[in-house]
């Protein structure tokens, strides 16, 4: 059994139906999931990674963990993987844990528990999700428009399915005990970049809004803490070197090239239409 935490995600939506197509035994966990969610076959179990209790129903029988950072007690939740006699957790981080330890210092926390766990563990450090212009979803059905800051400063955004399919090998496969993977994907793209794919995907011309820094800072606030806006907002207007660079451990993984943002865009079209 494999458990999917954040299974109603970007990211674990996809993980759950490729472990399910594999024929693995699957459990898939998010705070509001119903079997609708998932394919068939796929055990379901409502739970809240800040509440460790919750979680341990969903751990009986695993043999491996797929772990969000979320909640604020990941020894806990360490601890109780390894008294349900999981042996393998692979922990879905973020990138800045490593370019910038002291913002992203939850999602170190996290990385620490699952390393000191005594259990088989690997971290998967993701970049920027391509699925973050969803964000954009509203203003480009309406009025066709997309604004961000930082028009023509790069990063390589990683598809989220590719993200899963990681996932997918390293919770299945021997090989990756101790291993912190970088996944992004094949090129840094701008963010005018990204509303020129958008454009492609669509067929109609996406007029792009570049903004300031204050107004990004403002509408981020709405529903993101500022040590967490003001981060974000370094990384897509400052970025070091590390976080430009596009790493191989996705292709190395997968064994072919990362899914570019236009492959992500022509995808997701309908989302924007």
């Known amino acids: 059994m494999i458990v999917v935490t954040g299974a109603t995600g970007n990211v674990g939506r996809t993980l759950v ?3 399910a197509a594999t024929g693995e035994q699957v459990t898939a966990v998010a705070r509001r999931i119903t079997e609708a969610d998932v394919p068939p076959g796929v055990r379901v179990v409502a739970a809240d990674l800040g509440d460790v209790g919750s979680l341990r129903p969903a751990l009986e029988g695993a043999k491996a963990v797929f772990l969000l950072v979320a909640g604020e007690d990941p020894q806990g939740i360490a601890g109780a993987a390894k008294a349900a006699g999981v042996r393998r957790l692979v922990l879905l981080s973020s990138q800045g844990a490593g370019t910038r330890p002291q913002t992203y210092e939850h999602a170190g926390r996290f990385e620490a528990a699952v390393r ?12 920027g999700l391509a699925s973050n212009a969803f964000a954009w979803a509203e203003p ?6 997309a604004a961000a800051p930082f028009g023509d400063v790069g990063l390589p955004f990683v598809d989220p399915d590719d993200v899963a399919a990681v996932g997918a090998a390293v919770l299945r496969e021997d090989g990756h005990d101790g291993a912190t993977y970088t996944l992004t994907g094949p090129a840094p793209v701008t963010p005018r970049a990204r509303a020129a794919a958008l454009a492609k995907a669509l067929g109609e011309p996406v007029h792009f809004v570049e903004q300031t820094r204050e107004a990004a800072q403002a509408q981020m606030a709405q529903f993101m803490p500022l040590p967490v806006v003001e981060g974000t907002l370094a990384i897509l207007g400052e970025p070091t070197p590390d976080e430009q660079r596009v ?27």
């Open 116 to 127: 000191a766990s005594g259990l088989e563990w690997t971290v998967l450090r993701s970049g």
């Open 247 to 273: 790493s191989p451990d996705a292709e190395r993984i997968l064994g072919r090239a990362p899914h570019s943002f236009d492959e992500w865009a022509a995808r997701n079209a309908a989302a924007f239409r």
């Open 17 to 19: 139906q490729l472990l």
């Open 140 to 145: 480009v059905r309406l009025r066709r428009t």
